[in-house]
């Protein structure tokens, strides 16, 4: 797969793990497991990269005697996952085209 376009659906499936409730990083990692591995190594660039483009902020909590990082997703991470949902329409249409599956009477 093109890496640019897996680190972008990487960067989706974060949001959406975080869509509904606050969530700190194993959790992320437990909650995507079903549907794509991703390491430690893996999500925390993500994660300061989705920070960076201020689609989530974090805040620290106090966990066992250990300071635990919760994500939220904001506004503008709310509004990138509408906007994939949208672009994916165009991706399926090309996925239908590559394989011609569309229009066709099987």
């Given amino acids: ?3 640019q376009l897996k680190r972008g659906l990487l960067d989706i499936c974060v949001l959406a793990a975080i869509k509904d409730e606050d969530s700190y990083g194993y959790r992320i990692i437990k909650d995507m497991k079903p ?3 991703i390491s430690e190594s893996t ?3 993500i994660l300061r990269r989705l920070e960076t483009a201020e689609c989530l902020t ?3 909590v106090e966990h066992n005697g250990r ?3 919760y994500y939220h997703i904001t ?3 709310l509004e990138r996952l509408s906007a994939f949902k949208e672009e994916w329409k165009e991706i399926m249409a090309i996925y239908s085209f590559v394989t011609g599956k569309e229009g066709k009477n099987e």
Avoid: F, N, Q, T
Wanted: charged residues 35%.
């Fill in 1 to 3: 797969m093109d890496i």
């Fill in 35 to 37: 549907y794509v591995e």
């Fill in 43 to 45: 999500l925390y660039p």
């Fill in 58 to 60: 974090v805040r620290s």
């Fill in 67 to 69: 300071l635990r990082k």
């Fill in 75 to 77: 506004r503008a991470g």
